[in-house]
């Protein structure tokens, strides 16, 4: 067995794996982590990019980091490349469609006896100057 890896999916689940170096067509990328199993590639994967770990439909979520990043523009074959020109935002933008599961947490409580040289915002943030020396 190899020692390095050559690909890595980070969520149970997700669609989607990343190859870590690039992999040509019927490679097998092994089992990585939370795959279910070996799948052979069907076209190249260039290093640090998506491959489908299943078959996706046209129109479909797919998800990385257990989380959805796009939908399938056109449909995409198990071990297919994952990119632009086949994953696109779509609903994600929508406000009205888009799954918040992320509640913000409650603000802290303040601490008294620490500071920092920010000015305060219109929204009542807090904000910081960047300067930039040549």
């Known amino acids: 067995m190899d020692e390095h890896p050559r690909t890595v999916v980070f969520h149970e689940a997700d669609d989607v794996g ?10 097998r990328t092994g089992a990585p982590s ?10 190249p994967i260039p290093p640090l990019h998506k491959f489908a770990l299943r078959d996706v439909a046209q129109g ?13 523009s056109k449909s995409i074959a198990a071990g297919g490349w994952v990119h632009t020109h086949n ?14 599961r992320v509640v913000p947490p409650p603000d802290p409580t303040p601490i008294g006896d620490r500071y920092f ?5 219109k929204d009542g943030r807090a904000g910081t100057r960047n300067y930039i020396v040549l």
């Open 87 to 100: 994953l696109e935002m779509g609903r994600l933008f929508d406000e009205e469609r888009s799954v918040k």
């Open 60 to 72: 479909e979520p797919v998800r990385k980091y257990g989380e959805i990043i796009g939908y399938a």
């Open 117 to 121: 040289l920010g000015f305060p915002r």
């Open 34 to 43: 939370y795959s279910p199993r070996d799948i052979r590639l069907v076209e």
């Open 18 to 27: 990343v190859a870590l170096i690039a992999l040509d067509p019927h490679d």
